[in-house]
């Protein structure tokens, strides 16, 4: 499982926090288009940012003209995020997104972002959003699909999904089903393609030699096939050839 499941137990939480701002400049323009259709949608909504991390969301919201509540189940992460947060237009919450501490369509609107892919159901996540959130609010989802994880081989692309240890990998190609399933009606859909052309870029952002033992681990590649794997991707980074990509959604829906 991802360390995002028991991030106040791991044993270098900054590397954690570190790890978040490299993931947030990363996907700064989903980011950005989020907090502005939140915005649109309700220009002077609460919005509650599901995992809100240590709170770059949170700032998004604020600069967008929102209120934001930020719940997270780590101390850890919000403890940073009250360093970095608006008090007066941001407050943060201790809680599991299973089991929300709010009443009934307490917020406008709520983002959620690369959260499902580790909690035990993400289907109970989603009705505990819906509930929490008012008659045609706003609920946006951006999850990555790990299933459609591709290298690009000397044969062409690879499908090398295998790689993923998340609980729910392919939670981004899910996340329209698992959405209407919740009771929401689906207005827009986004795909992000992330490229990665060196393995190092790859390894922030799966710490690529314990993803590849944790997926021998559990059977998901044989340890043989899984070094041929390895090293074919060194012998094209040598090569300045080498390539990898995965898809990235987002859905907006209206509760």
Known sequence: MSIFTAVDSYGDPSSIVRYLDRR???A???KHYVAA???RHDPHGRVLDLGCGVGHDLILLNGAGLTAVGVDPSAILLAEATKRIDVTRSSLIRADGESLPFPESSFDGCRIERVLMHVVDPSVVLAEVVRCVCPSGLITVFEPDWSR???REDSGDVSSGWIAGQRHPDIGG???RLVEEA???????????SIWRSLEALDEVIGLEDSVRRAVEQGRIDANEADQWVQRQRARQARSE????ATKVLIVATR
């Open 242 to 245: 080498f390539l990898a990509f």
């Open 149 to 151: 994880f591709s290298v």
């Open 24 to 26: 947030a400049d990363a």
């Open 174 to 176: 899910d996340l329209w």
């Open 37 to 39: 259709a939140h915005a």
């Open 183 to 193: 009771g929401c009606k689906v207005v827009d859909r986004v795909e992000e393609l």
């Open 28 to 30: 700064s323009r989903m």
